[in-house]
């Protein structure tokens, strides 16, 4: 990992945390981490590894891509305090709304058409 994406990374990641309002402790708590160890991936010192940024994410409510990602793609789910898993069980739902609304046109539709044949 070069040393922007490490400082951007950090940046990122320090974004994130505060946005929840978690202390560098409290994140490295709920991660399992060292405190210090927070620090210095904050401020683009450490590299750390898939499993500890899956640590990192899991304990911040984010899937590991949106620790790359750009503030403005997850800034709707902050204005609404909704967390990567409140957002998964909607798109989950939707997709579960959208089966069941098309099964509902499908029937009213079969209904229709048998209407229009008698």
Do not use: H
Request: charged share 35%; aromatic share 6%; glycine share 8%.
């Amino acid at each position: 990992m070069g040393k922007d994406v490490r400082t951007r990374l950090g940046s990122r990641l320090k974004e994130c945390r505060r946005s929840r309002r978690f202390t560098q402790e409290q994140l490295a708590e709920r991660a399992g981490l060292s405190y210090k160890f927070i620090g210095e991936v904050e401020r683009g010192l450490a590299n750390p590894t898939v499993d500890t940024l899956t640590r990192l994410a899991e304990a911040l409510d984010l899937d590991v891509a949106d620790l790359f990602g750009q503030p403005d793609a997850w800034k709707p789910m902050e204005l609404y305090g909704l967390s990567a898993r409140d957002v998964q069980t909607v798109r989950e739902a939707a997709k579960s709304l959208g089966t069941v609304v098309g099964r509902l046109e499908d029937v009213t539709y079969r209904r229709r058409r048998s209407r229009s044949r008698s």
